[in-house]
């Protein structure tokens, strides 16, 4: 077969069709190596596609078939043993699946990796953790600490991506664990750990061994300072699952997310806490996130929220304060949709926001996204503001539109169903919602009647009742 010539950077990896001093993609000088590729594709007839029919089955890799014919495999995911990574895999690992874990560092990707991999070699799973970062004396010792002592999780200290396929082979695991796929080198390939060919060879060599032997294959990734997957964005597209592990580092909450997944849902939430012992699934996440909260606090709402399939109440809390400089500082809940729920307040209810600085966060560390915590926000700002607490065993669930209207959100029902197992007295929830047995709901239209709804008469010694914002009070107690 005839070849032909190209020059690859060995430091991005971009591809020049001659020779060339400085690479055109990074800038990097003498970086570019002569590679030899095939100049075309190889016959049919080398590939069993004869008309008279080859050796090849129907349905093997490179050989059309009707797709009615191809054989599905053994796609049953298997199970790790950690409910919360369970939860969002959607069952498990799927044998010859890539999964690429991230997160930041001391989140406890290393932790929560170590964890399944000991619960699934207890099970009788044979496992080979590759560790390229630490030595096998300190994976012992974290082992020991969260109970994967065990005889089938191999361990070995490797860089040498030659050598990492090499012991696959010897010990002939169903599901290898490489950490991180930005330490392992091939010394036949240009580039320095980390660099972009070496991990872009690296991932594919391993893919491919991945599906060859229907070998369930995870890798760690480092991230940037921006948050974002080191390495080369075709890293995420050669792996079939992505998953990012975050959080707070000044809460023990840790969040599991798939932003990827080719064998299921990317919506689905896994909670963790960090212990002493290491990772501890949190399944019952509305408790978690209100256990702290203190009754007839001022500026603070529950929220009924749904992360995946999973829903949660939350709280959320709020802080306004006159300043010269006013800013809008937010931890859990979008900036930009704080400033359009101030827009409606300070619009429909006239509370002169412009002027004050604002906070709103979720406590817990947890970061939500979706609509329906709009009410509570907006609640909890009002709160604020007018210096008066919400009535007692209230939760909001509802989106807040541009007019001032509080619209409905995907599956209310559930959401109330939660408030109504945590023991909640009542709901402010859009019109037409369904009922809850055990819990009172009460319908609100539009901002204006949320905050009437919402808010707790004044006690005797408050601000309010001695005449301070009272017309800021009275333009929420009575229609403006």
């Not at 229907?214 to 997957?229: I, Q, Y």
């Not at 390495?231 to 699952?241: I, M, Q, S, W």
């Not at 829903?311 to 400089?325: D, I, K």
């Not at 101030?342 to 817990?364: F, I, K, P, T």
Request: charged residues 20%; glycine residues 12%; proline residues 6%.
């Amino acid at each position: 077969m005839k070849t032909r010539t190209t020059f690859r950077c060995g430091e991005c990896g971009a591809e020049a069709p001659r020779w060339l001093g400085r690479c055109p993609g990074c800038d990097a000088w003498g970086s570019l190596v002569e590679r030899s590729l095939p100049s075309r594709l190889p016959s049919l007839a080398r590939t069993g596609l004869e008309r008279d029919g080859g050796a090849a089955g129907v349905g093997a890799a490179g050989v059309p078939a009707p797709i009615v014919d191809v054989d599905p495999g053994n796609a049953a995911p298997r199970p790790t043993g950690v409910g919360e990574l369970d939860r969002v895999l959607g069952g498990g690992l799927v044998p010859g699946s890539v999964t690429l874990l991230v997160g930041e560092p001391g989140m406890g990707k290393s932790t929560l990796l170590l964890q399944a991999l000991g619960t699934m070699a207890a099970g009788g799973t044979r496992c080979l953790l590759v560790t390229a970062e630490e030595s096998s004396a300190q994976v012992r010792a974290r082992a020991e600490r969260v109970g994967a002592l065990v005889p089938e999780l191999i361990v070995v200290a490797e860089t040498s991506l030659p050598h990492v396929l090499a012991h696959v082979d010897a010990v002939a695991p169903a599901v290898l664990a490489l950490d991180s796929i930005q330490a392992v080198v091939d010394p036949d390939q240009p580039g320095t750990p980390g660099s972009v060919s070496q991990v872009r060879d690296a991932a594919h060599r391993l893919v491919q061994l991945a599906k060859e032997r229907a070998l369930s294959t995870v890798m760690v990734g480092h991230v940037t300072k921006e948050g974002t997957l080191a390495g080369p964005r075709a890293l995420e597209h050669v792996v079939d699952t992505v998953l990012t592990f975050d959080g707070d580092r000044g809460h023990s909450l840790r969040l599991l997310r798939a932003l990827k997944h080719r064998f299921g849902a990317t919506h689905e939430l896994g909670l963790f806490e960090m212990a002493e012992r290491g990772l501890v699934d949190v399944p019952d996440a509305s408790a978690r996130f209100l256990v702290d909260r203190r009754s007839g606090a001022i500026g603070s709402a529950v929220a009924g929220v749904l992360e995946g399939t999973r829903p949660m109440l939350v709280e959320v809390q709020s802080l306004v304060v006159e300043s010269s400089v006013p800013r809008r500082t937010v931890a859990g809940v979008d900036g930009g949709r704080l400033g359009m729920l101030l827009a409606v307040l300070d619009q429909h209810l006239r509370l002169d926001l412009a002027r004050r600085e604002v906070y709103a966060s979720v406590a817990g560390g947890l970061r939500v996204g979706e609509p329906g915590i709009d009410l509570a926000v907006l609640l909890a700002v009002a709160s604020a503001r007018l210096r008066r607490p919400l009535v007692d065993g209230l939760v909001a669930v509802g989106e807040v539109g541009l007019g001032g209207e509080v619209r409905s959100v995907p599956q209310l029902e559930r959401r109330l169903a939660e408030a109504a197992r945590l023991g909640m007295a009542g709901a402010l929830v859009p019109p037409g919602s369904p009922r809850i047995a055990g819990l009172r709901t009460v319908e609100v239209a539009d901002v204006g009647h949320a905050v009437r709804a919402a808010l707790a008469a004044p006690a005797a010694n408050s601000d309010a009742a001695q005449g301070v914002e009272a017309s800021s009070v009275d333009r929420c107690v009575t229609p403006p």
